[in-house]
């Protein structure tokens, strides 16, 4: 069965630093890997997917990067803001129309 | 502006009683999904649906049912079977395997 982790479980930062966000695992046989934000109380929006041929994917301030060897990937946030305080979570799919979450990193970015 | 429509926001129900969660798209999505998100864990595949009249048990379906008469829709009803149903229920849905799938804005239940 896939486990996937994300440590930390909550990251506080201040306003401009670079926010790093991990996310591991177990099973590397994976079709694709999903990033998504969530705000309190609400659905999850989708950040960016990586296909497992792919290494990185980028959009502005936000670059996913996947090691599918060593069952990593990371999401780098430029600059951070206070509207990036949210919780960030993965989630990985064998193509099988199922995929596996991790519990999330909750991110707090003081003013 | 297409989306995922979840409601209500919010339910209140007595032990006991069966109640149903409901899920529309106007994506044209072909694939459904339900999952439960309980604090401090990872979302839970509740049932998932591939094409219309059929589905599949995700990881924790007991307790629960489902229904997929339309493509646009996909109801949860949470029975009285369900020995913990207080939570916070997502709806999902994709077009293919290989696509981003996309989330309704959630309703949380509350059973006393």
């Known amino acids: 069965k896939q486990e996937v982790t994300q440590i930390p479980a909550a990251l506080s930062v201040p306003e401009g630093e670079n926010l790093v966000l991990n996310c591991s695992f177990t099973?590397?046989?994976?079709?694709?890997l999903q990033w998504f934000r969530q705000d309190p109380g609400k659905g999850l929006t989708s950040l960016l997917l990586i296909q497992s041929s792919q290494r990185e994917q980028t959009s502005g301030r936000l670059n996913a990067s996947l090691d599918k060897s060593s069952g990593r990937s990371t999401l780098y946030i430029a600059a951070s803001q206070p509207g990036d305080s949210a919780t960030y979570l993965c989630a990985v799919s064998k193509g099988d129309y199922k995929l596996s979450f991790g519990a999330g990193t909750t991110v707090t970015v003081r003013a | 502006d297409g989306g995922i429509t979840q409601s209500p926001k919010y339910l209140f129900r007595k032990e006991g009683q069966n109640v149903t969660l409901s899920c529309e798209q106007n994506l044209n999505h072909d694939a459904m999904y339900w999952y439960r998100q309980d604090p401090g864990q990872g979302l839970r595949l509740i049932y998932y649906s591939q094409i219309v009249n059929d589905f599949q048990k995700g990881d924790i379906a007991e307790g629960y049912s489902v229904s997929r008469e339309k493509k646009e829709s996909f109801p949860l009803t949470v029975t009285s079977a369900q020995k913990n149903p207080t939570a916070f229920y997502l709806c999902a849905s994709r077009s293919q395997g290989d696509s981003p799938l996309h989330f309704g804005n959630g309703t949380r239940l509350t059973v006393t």
């Open positions: 099973d590397s046989a994976i079709y694709n």
